[in-house]
């Protein structure tokens, strides 16, 4: 996967939009991140990941998921777009989404799908 592919996924879901963070490309939901690339180029840093559920990841997927000290204490885990494919991805990006997103978009994309 790449990041346009993350791009292509998450736009289709409404108040969904393009935007920076830190400096690197990132996906917002009503100006709150939904998720960005890490400056390596390869890596999305995917808030909304509880620690033990990220230790679950990492443990059970270490080529995929991952984190480094600096976000050790916040709930997010980094996942390397090139292990990674969508079925993999997506479930975590719909999952934020759906935290980020107002109850009438979710709702609303919840009676199209």
């Known amino acids: ?11 289709r879901w ?3 939009e393009d935007g ?12 709150k991140m939904l998720v960005r ?6 890596s999305l840093v995917m808030p909304g990941v509880p620690g033990d559920e990220r230790e679950m990841l990492v443990e059970s997927q270490p ?4 984190f480094t000290d600096h976000y050790r204490d916040y709930p997010m885990v980094l996942i390397r777009l090139s292990k990674s494919s969508r079925a ?4 975590f990006l719909r999952r934020h989404w759906r935290t980020l ?5 979710v709702k609303e994309f919840d009676s199209q799908a």
């Open 88 to 91: 993999t991805v997506e479930p």
């Open 14 to 16: 409404p108040e969904v």
């Open 101 to 105: 997103a107002s109850k009438k978009a």
């Open 1 to 11: 996967m790449t990041f346009d592919d993350v791009r292509k996924i998450a736009l």
């Open 63 to 66: 080529k995929a998921f991952y």
């Open 20 to 31: 920076t963070s830190y400096g690197t490309p990132a996906l917002k939901v009503r100006k």
């Open 37 to 42: 690339l890490k400056e390596d180029g390869d």
